[in-house]
């Protein structure tokens, strides 16, 4: 019962359901709910409720929030300018549940072991997300199949609802990967580790997303230098 009630355990089953991307569990108007957000919101009633009754300290780091503030700002005046506002705010809304996520991570993965789990999830759930994304690449790109997206082929996109938005969880992944194959520390198996390696490798370049690609290379320099 006490495991039911730790938000630690539902922070993990939202990290490793946000891999579904765009699956939808039920749809109202213009607004899908995806399965992560279930867990999503049971860590957040528990972590509140913890904080309200037994006075547990909550982390609020607020350089980070201030950026994502300033940020928002950002988003608000674009809107003015937007071809589609409604677009705008929807994603604002998706941007608004990740950091919440990001909240719950920093208050419940308090020691060693968690965060170790953090890291094993990721890679765990990235390796089905890139063997589907795979799949669906070879299926959507047989002879007759019609293409999406105005290329050539029909890019990887995965659980995804469009090809950009996995490109970026590509890169996400491809940081937890790279960090851990080049410290040479052994959290995660070996095959699966160097297959997700090799996956998204393959995926995020047919992906084409540009902003993938630079993120990937900023990593890959920030790995470098704090390797140690």
Not at 8 to 27: A, N
């Amino acid at each position: 019962m006490s495991k039911l009630l730790n938000s630690y355990i539902y922070v993990m089953l939202t990290v490793f359901l946000t891999v579904l991307g765009g699956v939808s569990l039920y749809k109202i108007g213009p607004v899908n709910f995806r399965p992560y957000q279930i867990p999503l919101l049971i860590a957040s009633i528990l972590l509140v409720s913890q904080f309200l009754v037994s006075k547990k300290k909550i982390i609020f780091p607020c350089h980070y929030f201030f950026s994502l503030f300033l940020l928002l700002i950002a988003i608000f005046i674009s809107l003015f300018a937007a071809r589609f506002p409604l677009l705008t705010i929807k994603q604002t809304i998706l941007l608004g549940l990740f950091i919440i996520l990001f909240f719950l991570i920093i208050n419940t993965c308090d020691s060693e072991k968690r965060i170790v789990m953090l890291h094993k999830i990721i890679i765990y759930s990235c390796i089905l997300c890139c063997i589907y994304g795979l799949y669906k690449m070879i299926t959507l790109n047989l002879p007759g199949v019609p293409k999406e997206g105005g290329y050539a082929y029909t890019r990887p996109k995965s659980f995804f609802v469009e090809p950009n938005e996995f490109g970026q969880y590509l890169l996400f992944a491809f940081g937890y990967v790279f960090s851990e194959l080049l410290s040479g520390r052994k959290i995660t198996n070996r095959i699966i580790l160097w297959g997700t390696f090799f996956l998204i490798v393959i995926l995020i370049v047919p992906n084409m997303s540009r902003g993938a690609w630079l993120g990937c290379l900023i990593s890959m320099f920030v790995i470098f230098y704090y390797q140690n």
